[in-house]
């Protein structure tokens, strides 16, 4: 079968037994010498596997000896060729195997007006405004080496158990709210007003969600302002750091350690990753000259699985945070990308002698967490257990939902995946009136095999989890909700900020995309003026309850987990057993746990920092209601062509 449309012709196969590729956010990897062109390698999927494989979950290994890597494909002028074609000059995460192409040397690259400022910060308490503090990194860390190390358990470079323990300290923090410790800086008059920003006011003024999006370099300076780069986030503004834990899927070592401030680069930093065999070796090797760095893998016991989970645990002097978020570690995802950030409030240490199940929140986020970690079954982490169970995490205010690989029954069924977000929402969320009229919104950057038809898992056992509301329990045969799933089209990333190399983090194959052409009648365009990020292409993923009118919202998850049963679960055995394949993590925003007397939240029109009067106004990161694909629309499919019509920087896109 061929689909057409202006910016090329797509052929799918119908041969039933084709291979599945399994594209995943790409993986960058790490050596120091020599430097040859990736190669891609495919490894087979047995028919067992095909139908539940997030396309996260590649067979892709892209390997590449070149000291400097990107996440994403960057043109590379080739000579000797009537028209200049672009090469990948690094490795990445999400990449196919062969750059984009420059139509023609007379189109000219579109200039995009750079947000990105440097910064300086050299005094722990400094204010930090627009142009000072630690924010969007400097152009010349652009070409810092992006690693994506995929690693199995061998001996480490340095052993995971002998990760130091942070020292004791003592509670600098009182038991009074510890959503902010800054203190607050003086202002200069030299500051414009728009730029008058600092970290006291964009802590203050995310509350009570603390939901944030990242800085994007290239947009209006006005949908930066209440936004974080990862900078921003580690910065001495926030406490003084003692050690740290990042969990994430692509890890770019030596970029990672540039993020933190020059005072802390040598406190303890464990980094927790999923990487098996000579990926794993890769990250060991890029980790070795970082004397404070431990690596401690995550176990992937079932086939196709990947370590998902996206978190920061920073300790310090002052108390303890953990932020959530969905960016990898490296510069493409914290450049030009939408992406999610929670950040907890600053925890405070427990008195000594409280017991240690003191400090938990009306959500259970204490033992969910401490839940979580324990799944890992590391040395290492359990040490980090121990340090949560000495803190006050009361003030949380969102419910963690998490997944870990295993398979699941009994009361172990309802703790992870999308039975955790419908026990939770069952418990928690409150009945609307004509629920039935209340619309799904799935929002997301990768897509796995869904089946033959939505009633495979789709529009079953998922749906089923998300139109959860309250105690009321409707079977789906009664339901008539609509799922509205977004996701970029062609042109989306065409015109984005990156062009198309953006859609070398959208990985939908071809293979996938032809077994279910059902479910591209779901699809909606991205689209983010209320943010300012239409052009910011999302890695973001978020879920949501809106009412008929877009106006009003159960509940918002954002979360690292994309749609795909081997990130959200998959019921066997007559739906007994709940099997899950990758490690994710996302936090659950429902009205109850605001106190705020409302049974919903309304939608708040635009993300900049503003707050309605009265009810709970949420900052939905894209515009509602979201626009559903034209008769020309396509979805992004990362492994075919588009040769019609150039991206922003007048390139082709030519996969080999």
Same mark, same amino acid.
């Given at each position: 079968?061929?689909?057409?449309?202006?910016?090329?012709?797509?052929? @799918?196969?119908?041969?039933?037994?084709?291979?599945?590729?399994?594209?995943?956010?790409?993986?960058?990897?790490?050596?120091?010498?020599?430097?040859?062109?990736?190669?891609?390698?495919?490894?087979? =999927?047995?028919?067992?596997?095909?139908?539940?494989?997030? %396309?996260?979950?590649?067979?892709?290994?892209?390997?590449?000896?070149?000291?400097?890597?990107?996440?994403?494909?960057?043109?590379?002028?080739?000579?000797?060729?009537?028209?200049?074609?672009?090469?990948?000059?690094?490795?990445?995460?999400?990449?196919?195997?062969?750059?984009?192409?420059?139509?023609?040397?007379? /189109?000219?690259?579109?200039?995009?007006?750079?947000?990105?400022? #440097?910064?300086?910060?050299?005094?722990?308490?400094?204010?930090?405004?627009?142009?000072?503090?630690?924010?969007?990194?400097?152009?010349?860390?652009?070409?810092?080496? %992006?690693?994506?190390?995929?690693?199995?358990?061998?001996?480490?470079?340095?052993?995971?158990?002998?990760?130091?323990?942070?020292?004791? *300290?003592?509670? #600098?923090?009182?038991?009074?709210?510890?959503?902010?410790?800054?203190?607050?800086?003086?202002?200069?008059?030299?500051?414009?007003?728009?730029?008058?920003?600092?970290?006291?006011?964009?802590?203050?003024?995310?509350?009570?969600?603390?939901?944030?999006?990242?800085? =994007?370099?290239?947009?209006?300076?006005?949908?930066?302002?209440?936004?974080?780069?990862?900078?921003?986030?580690?910065?001495?503004?926030?406490?003084? @750091?003692?050690?740290? =834990?990042?969990?994430?899927?692509?890890?770019?070592?030596?970029? @990672?350690?540039?993020?933190?401030?020059?005072?802390?680069?040598?406190?303890?930093?464990?980094?927790?990753?999923?990487?098996?065999?000579?990926? #794993?070796?890769?990250? /060991?090797?890029?980790?070795?000259?970082?004397? /404070?760095?431990?690596?401690?893998?995550?176990?992937?016991?079932?086939?196709?699985?990947?370590?998902?989970?996206?978190?920061?645990?920073?300790?310090?002097?002052?108390?303890?945070?953990?932020?959530?978020?969905?960016?990898?570690? *490296?510069?493409?995802?914290?450049?030009?990308?939408? &992406?999610?950030?929670?950040?907890?409030?600053?925890?405070?240490?427990?008195?000594?002698?409280?017991?240690?199940?003191?400090?938990?929140?009306?959500?259970?986020?204490?033992?969910?967490?401490? +839940?979580?970690?324990?799944?890992?079954?590391?040395?290492?982490?359990?040490?980090?257990?121990?340090?949560?169970?000495?803190?006050?995490?009361?003030?949380?205010?969102?419910?963690?939902?998490?997944?870990?690989?295993?398979?699941?029954?009994?009361?172990?069924?309802? #703790?992870?995946?999308?039975?955790?977000?419908?026990? *939770?929402?069952?418990?928690?969320?409150?009945?609307?009136?004509?629920?039935?009229?209340?619309?799904?919104?799935?929002?997301?950057?990768?897509?796995?095999?869904?089946?033959?038809?939505?009633?495979?898992?789709?529009?079953?056992?998922?749906?089923?989890?998300?139109?959860?509301?309250?105690?009321?329990?409707?079977?789906?045969?009664?339901?008539?909700?609509?799922?509205?799933?977004?996701?970029?089209?062609?042109?989306?990333?065409?015109?984005?900020?990156?062009?198309?190399?953006?859609?070398?983090?959208?990985?939908?194959?071809?293979?996938?995309? &032809?077994?279910?052409?059902?479910? /591209?009648?779901?699809?909606?365009?991205?689209?983010?003026?209320?943010?300012?990020?239409?052009?910011?292409?999302?890695?973001?993923?978020?879920?949501?309850?809106?009412?008929?009118?877009? &106006?009003?919202?159960?509940?918002?998850?954002?979360?690292?987990?994309?749609?795909?049963?081997?990130?959200?679960?998959?019921?066997?055995?007559?739906?007994?057993?709940?099997?899950?394949?990758?490690?994710?993590?996302?936090?659950?925003?429902?009205?109850?746990?605001?106190?705020?007397?409302?049974?919903?939240?309304?939608?708040?029109?635009?993300?900049?920092?503003?707050?309605?009067?009265?009810?709970?106004?949420?900052?939905?990161?894209? +515009?509602?209601?979201?626009?559903?694909?034209?008769?020309?629309?396509?979805?992004?499919?990362?492994?075919?062509?588009?040769?019609?019509?150039?991206?922003?920087?007048?390139?082709?896109?030519?996969?080999?």
């Amino acid at each position: 079968m061929s689909l057409e449309s202006q910016h090329g012709k797509w052929t @799918l196969s119908s041969s039933s037994d084709e291979e599945t590729d399994k594209p995943a956010e790409k993986k960058n990897i790490t050596s120091h010498k020599g430097g040859t062109a990736p190669s891609i390698k495919k490894e087979a =999927v047995s028919d067992s596997d095909k139908t539940d494989i997030d %396309e996260e979950i590649v067979a892709f290994q892209t390997v590449n000896k070149s000291p400097s890597h990107s996440h994403h494909l960057k043109p590379v002028k080739k000579k000797g060729s009537s028209r200049d074609s672009v090469s990948p000059s690094s490795s990445s995460c999400h990449t196919s195997p062969r750059g984009p192409l420059k139509k023609d040397q007379s /189109h000219k690259q579109h200039s995009i007006g750079s947000e990105a400022r #440097k910064f300086a910060l050299s005094e722990k308490r400094k204010r930090l405004s627009d142009d000072s503090g630690w924010c969007v990194s400097s152009s010349d860390e652009g070409s810092d080496t %992006e690693v994506k190390c995929k690693q199995e358990e061998q001996k480490p470079v340095k052993a995971e158990s002998h990760c130091l323990k942070p020292k004791d *300290i003592s509670a #600098k923090a009182g038991r009074g709210s510890p959503s902010v410790h800054l203190k607050s800086p003086k202002k200069h008059a030299s500051d414009s007003k728009n730029e008058d920003l600092d970290m006291w006011d964009l802590l203050k003024r995310g509350e009570p969600f603390r939901f944030y999006l990242t800085k =994007v370099t290239g947009i209006t300076a006005k949908y930066n302002t209440g936004a974080f780069h990862i900078k921003d986030i580690l910065s001495p503004l926030f406490g003084t @750091l003692v050690s740290s =834990v990042q969990f994430n899927y692509c890890i770019d070592v030596e970029w @990672l350690v540039k993020q933190y401030p020059k005072e802390f680069r040598s406190k303890p930093l464990l980094i927790v990753h999923g990487e098996k065999r000579e990926s #794993k070796a890769r990250l /060991h090797e890029a980790a070795h000259p970082y004397e /404070h760095v431990r690596l401690c893998q995550a176990k992937l016991d079932i086939a196709y699985g990947t370590h998902h989970t996206k978190m920061m645990l920073l300790l310090y002097e002052e108390g303890f945070r953990v932020v959530i978020h969905t960016a990898n570690l *490296i510069f493409d995802d914290w450049h030009q990308k939408t &992406q999610g950030i929670w950040m907890s409030p600053l925890y405070p240490r427990l008195p000594k002698g409280t017991p240690a199940a003191d400090g938990e929140s009306e959500t259970n986020f204490k033992q969910d967490l401490i +839940d979580y970690l324990t799944s890992y079954q590391s040395t290492t982490l359990k040490e980090w257990v121990t340090i949560i169970k000495e803190y006050d995490l009361s003030e949380t205010r969102v419910f963690l939902i998490g997944s870990t690989p295993g398979r699941y029954v009994g009361k172990d069924k309802n #703790k992870w995946g999308h039975l955790k977000l419908r026990k *939770i929402l069952s418990e928690h969320a409150s009945s609307v009136a004509s629920s039935d009229t209340w619309r799904l919104i799935g929002q997301f950057s990768s897509i796995g095999s869904m089946g033959a038809d939505k009633s495979k898992w789709l529009c079953a056992e998922f749906m089923e989890s998300l139109v959860t509301l309250g105690k009321q329990y409707k079977s789906l045969a009664n339901h008539q909700t609509a799922f509205h799933l977004i996701y970029p089209t062609v042109d989306n990333v065409r015109t984005s900020l990156e062009g198309y190399p953006a859609g070398g983090s959208l990985p939908y194959s071809i293979q996938t995309a &032809q077994k279910q052409l059902w479910l /591209h009648s779901f699809f909606h365009k991205w689209s983010a003026d209320a943010s300012g990020r239409t052009r910011a292409m999302p890695h973001i993923k978020t879920y949501m309850r809106a009412s008929p009118d877009f &106006q009003e919202i159960a509940w918002f998850l954002v979360t690292s987990a994309n749609l795909s049963k081997a990130a959200w679960g998959a019921l066997e055995k007559n739906n007994t057993q709940l099997m899950i394949r990758s490690y994710e993590l996302g936090v659950l925003f429902v009205p109850s746990a605001f106190k705020s007397g409302a049974d919903v939240f309304k939608v708040q029109q635009t993300h900049l920092l503003k707050h309605a009067s009265g009810a709970l106004s949420f900052p939905v990161p894209f +515009d509602l209601p979201p626009e559903h694909y034209g008769s020309k629309d396509r979805p992004w499919i990362w492994n075919i062509p588009y040769t019609r019509a150039p991206d922003t920087h007048g390139n082709m896109w030519v996969p080999s």
